[in-house]
């Protein structure tokens, strides 16, 4: 399915199917394999994770996707990767085009004009855990690192001249429904003189202004209405101009920081919700569109306004989604636990890190449902020398989007070195689970104490002067598990847990937002690094991995629609 934005002057190609596909162990160089010598054994859907499918379930290696394509000869491509995993490679015509080390990234390549009408594209996918290779995602992950190609694939013949790369859209004043469209063109200055509308009626620029290959305009939306959960309301703005057209989706909205508490269009608002990851058993992080939509619903049936999209870019179709039915969410790039190789200054590492995360607020800079840009999950923000890596990270984020609140989730709150460099305080927290007293047969009476704690901190360092988001807590379930004693494990635990930290922080003035951990039960590490989670699954999930809702579902939904 083709997110937005759309090009309706442009043969684009959905390339979305079932392709030919071949694995290989043991190659030493990926980008180095010669497509054309390559047998091809297996079909296999894209989107799709080669090791989620049953002839190579849990195996590492090389997977090669390939497909046909019939395009207009000597017309310039443009291929819209949506996000890959974990590393990959893309070969047009026997070529290699680009690698991308960047897991869960949507990705943009132009491909070379040909002669030939038929063109044959080939997608190198690899699961290997390697720090050279793909330094982005590593054995530690708390999620299960698959290979394939986790989203759609999208070809766009380009016209010859003013190819439109993307625009920004942003809102100047929510009232009068005033609007900067930012239009970037893909290879040439801004020179041309294109024409706008907003939901089909044509609207004359109040200002136009060019830089390179940039054209600014500031637009007033006919008939304007805000964008909130309640009343997600989304306008259409079509730039056209000699060969290309964009149709870009947006929503009139604003968000900020005010004390403690975050502004919605200008009303404070509690974000209440969960910290959700891209999984399924059967399609790993490849969601088919029927499951985007039923997360979403379930998510609106327990009452939440909030996702985190943990941890990495979102795929296009979910925010999509959000923007229609009205979920906010905090998106963040793809980072979990890294200390070493950023206290190691890995030059690579830090670069990939700014490369995806600039690419993902641009890529998502016109959904309303995102207020939140988040990095580096628990990457040791207490240690000095990763000053500089936070450093430029926000300064990236700032640099690409003014508009919305930055932040990344901590779990070293009473060391954390960089909170206040930050929108908004971020801590993820599990007292009651791991707990600080391993003999106390009540643990959870260690929640009231370590959030009173936390906001004491906070308040000690002057770091009670902005919002503060429990961006994760929680306690895992065993789906089924029922037990008069309600122990570690089972429903009845998790249930109670949760009860007691909404109790807590639903409608409470000191905690602006939370991010239950989390929304499904999730596949993790393969091997011994699973001791501590059973099944090999995080079983933190309030439905289980099939979407069934376990104890605590109810619980939370009594709680959190007494709220919002
Ligand atoms: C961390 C991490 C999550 C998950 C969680 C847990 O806080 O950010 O991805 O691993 O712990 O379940 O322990």
């Known amino acids: 399915m083709i997110s937005f934005p759309h090009f309706p002057k442009r043969k684009v190609h959905c390339l979305d199917g079932v392709w030919d596909f071949a694995f290989l162990e043991d190659v030493d160089s990926p980008a180095s394999l010669s497509p054309a010598s390559l047998e091809f054994t297996h079909r296999m859907p894209v989107p799709g994770v080669f090791d989620a499918y049953p002839d190579f379930a849990g195996r590492r290696g090389t997977g090669v996707y390939r497909t046909f394509i019939s395009v207009a000869p000597n017309t310039k491509g443009l291929l819209n990767l949506q996000g890959l995993g974990m590393w990959a490679a893309v070969f047009v015509d026997g070529e290699l085009i680009r690698e991308i080390p960047l897991p869960y990234s949507g990705v943009t390549v132009v491909v070379p004009a040909s002669a030939q009408a038929r063109r044959e594209l080939v997608i190198v996918t690899d699961n290997r855990f390697d720090a050279e290779r793909v330094p982005l995602f590593e054995t530690i992950f708390d999620f299960y690192g698959y290979g394939g190609v986790y989203r759609s694939v999208i070809w766009h013949e380009l016209p010859a001249v003013g190819a439109i790369e993307r625009v920004r859209i942003s809102t100047l ?41 940039t054209l600014t305009a500031v637009l007033d939306v006919p008939d304007p209405a805000c964008w909130s959960p309640a009343s997600p309301h989304l306008h259409l703005l079509t730039v056209s101009g000699g060969e290309d057209e964009i149709v870009e989706r947006f929503g009139l909205r604003t968000v900020e920081a005010k004390g403690k508490r975050i502004l919605l ?7 209440l919700g969960f910290c959700r990851h891209e999984a399924h058993p059967q399609h790993g992080p490849a969601l088919p569109m029927s499951q985007l939509a039923q997360d979403l619903q379930l998510l609106k049936a327990m009452g939440c306004n909030f996702v985190r999209g943990s941890h990495y870019p979102q795929d296009p179709r979910f ?246």
């Open 265 to 271: 269009n200008g009303e404070p608002i509690q974000l």
């Open 319 to 564: 925010l999509d989604l959000c923007d229609e039915m009205g979920m906010l969410v905090w998106e963040e790039s793809l980072g979990w636990g890294q200390v070493d190789a950023v206290a190691h200054s890995a030059p690579r590492f830090i670069d990939l890190q700014e490369q995806q995360t600039r690419l993902m607020v641009r890529n998502s800079y016109n959904h309303p449902c995102v207020i939140l840009w988040g990095f580096l999950n628990e990457c040791g923000s207490h240690r000095k020398e990763l000053a500089g890596l936070y450093e430029r990270l926000i300064a990236a984020i700032r640099e690409e989007d003014a508009g919305r609140l930055v932040t990344y989730a901590s779990n070293h709150p009473y060391e954390d070195l960089h909170f206040s460099l930050c929108d908004v305080v971020s801590i993820n927290t599990y007292p009651g689970w791991y707990a600080h007293d391993i003999d106390n047969p009540n643990p959870l009476q260690e929640i009231p104490r370590e959030m009173n704690k936390l906001c004491q901190s906070l308040s000690e360092r002057n770091l009670d002067d902005r919002p503060l988001i429990i961006s994760e807590i929680g306690a895992g379930a065993i789906y089924g598990w029922r037990d008069p004693c309600a122990f570690h494990w089972s429903e009845g635990y998790q249930s109670e847990y949760l009860k007691t930290v909404c109790e807590i922080i639903v409608g409470s003035e000191d905690f602006a937002g939370l991010a239950l951990w989390q929304f499904c039960d999730i596949r993790t590490y393969p091997g011994a690094r699973a001791l501590t989670r059973p099944r090999a699954f995080n079983n933190k999930g309030i439905v289980d991995e099939y979407r069934r809702p376990k104890l605590a579902f109810e619980t939370v939904k009594d709680l959190f629609t007494r709220q919002t």
């Open 173 to 213: 004043d929510l009232k009068q429904g005033r609007v900067r469209a930012r239009v970037e063109y893909l290879q040439e200055p801004a020179t041309q003189n294109p024409s706008f509308a907003v939901d089909g009626e044509p609207v004359e620029p109040v200002e136009i202004t060019r830089e390179g290959n």
